[in-house]
């Protein structure tokens, strides 16, 4: 079994910064790609940041000069620093991974879900 544990959202004001992590832990052989996806309220789902286990990174659009990603392989662990926040910021981030349990079968994993608010 593979387990997501995400932590370190919260409330912020525009302009502020938060900083999210994710760990993976279990059955684990390899990761690939980790990284964050965020659900605003009433919307779908959508990428925002991916780092693959060498260090190439992909980011939407809408978060690039604001947003930097970093991942620790020795602690199975993504970071997703966010600075200069907005409003329109606020979401449900997910953590996804793609993993390569001890059995030798490749999957995409998720984890819980963390809560960011951007107000004033």
């Known amino acids: 079994q593979v387990q997501l544990v995400e932590s370190g959202g919260g409330l912020v004001q525009p302009g502020g910064s938060l900083r999210l992590s994710c760990t993976a832990s279990g059955s684990i052989f390899s990761i690939y790609a980790m990284g964050w996806y965020r659900q605003p309220p009433g919307k779908e789902r959508e990428p925002v940041m991916f780092v693959t286990r060498g260090g190439s990174t992909n980011s939407a659009d809408s978060v690039k000069g604001r947003f930097t990603i970093s991942r620790d392989n020795a602690k199975n662990t993504v970071y997703l620093q966010m600075n200069s926040l907005k409003p329109e910021d606020t979401a449900i981030y997910y953590c996804?991974?793609?993993?390569?349990?001890?059995?030798?079968?490749?999957?995409?994993?998720w984890g819980q879900g963390t809560q960011v608010t951007v107000s004033s």
């Open positions: 996804n991974a793609d993993i390569t349990v001890l059995a030798g079968i490749r999957g995409d994993y």
